[in-house]
């Protein structure tokens, strides 16, 4: 499992950057985003 905490900063490309790998590699990937992140990214979380 990956875990992925992000900074308010991240956009989905960023985002898409982490996850693939982890992904690719066989894992989970659970995203904790910031609080204040951009909307794109909080919906691209789940």
């Excluded at 950057?17 to 910031?34: E, F, L, N, R, Y």
Aim: proline fraction near 7%; charged fraction near 15%.
């Amino acid at each position: 499992m990956a875990i992925l905490i992000t900074s308010w900063t991240s956009t989905l490309p960023l985002l898409a950057d982490k996850i693939a790998p982890a992904q690719a590699a066989g894992h989970t990937v659970d995203v904790k985003p910031s609080e204040d992140v951009s909307a794109s990214a909080r919906n691209s979380a789940g």
